[in-house]
């Protein structure tokens, strides 16, 4: 994302990296993430997530994640042998920083 915000902000002769370079650049990316939604580790569709970078603090909610994915090395045949992420609920991101 660093990279395509640093093109937009040469493409706009910009002498400065902005938030608002950041913002497009966000949006440019969830554009097209829900396409490679099974390669993503994701609880919900990221697109649906609002831009960090043009919303106010008090707007932004995340979740922690509790555990990563795992390989089930016991899995039954016709079970998924991939263990999905656990996350906690929504926090809202000032509580977080």
């Known amino acids: 994302m660093i990279n395509y915000a640093c093109e937009v902000a040469i493409c706009?002769?910009?002498h400065?990296?902005?938030?608002?370079?950041?913002?497009?650049a966000f949006d440019f990316y969830m554009t097209c993430i829900d396409d490679r939604y099974d390669?993503?580790?994701?609880s919900?569709?990221?697109?649906s997530q609002p831009n960090?970078?043009?919303e106010k603090i008090n707007n932004l909610y995340y979740k922690q994640m509790i555990a990563p994915s795992a390989w089930?090395?016991?899995?039954?045949?016709?079970e998924s042998?991939?263990?999905?992420?656990?996350y906690t609920d929504q926090i809202p991101l000032r509580s977080l920083l």
Do not use: C, Y
Not at 16 to 24: A, D, P, Y
Not at 72 to 78: H, R, Y
Not at 81 to 86: D, G, K, L, M
């Open 44 to 47: 919900e569709k990221l697109s």
């Open 39 to 42: 390669e993503i580790d994701a």
């Open 16 to 24: 400065e990296l902005t938030l608002e370079h950041f913002s497009e």
């Open 72 to 78: 089930n090395m016991k899995a039954d045949n016709g």
């Open 52 to 54: 960090p970078f043009s």
């Open 81 to 86: 042998p991939i263990v999905p992420a656990r």
């Open 12 to 14: 706009n002769d910009d």
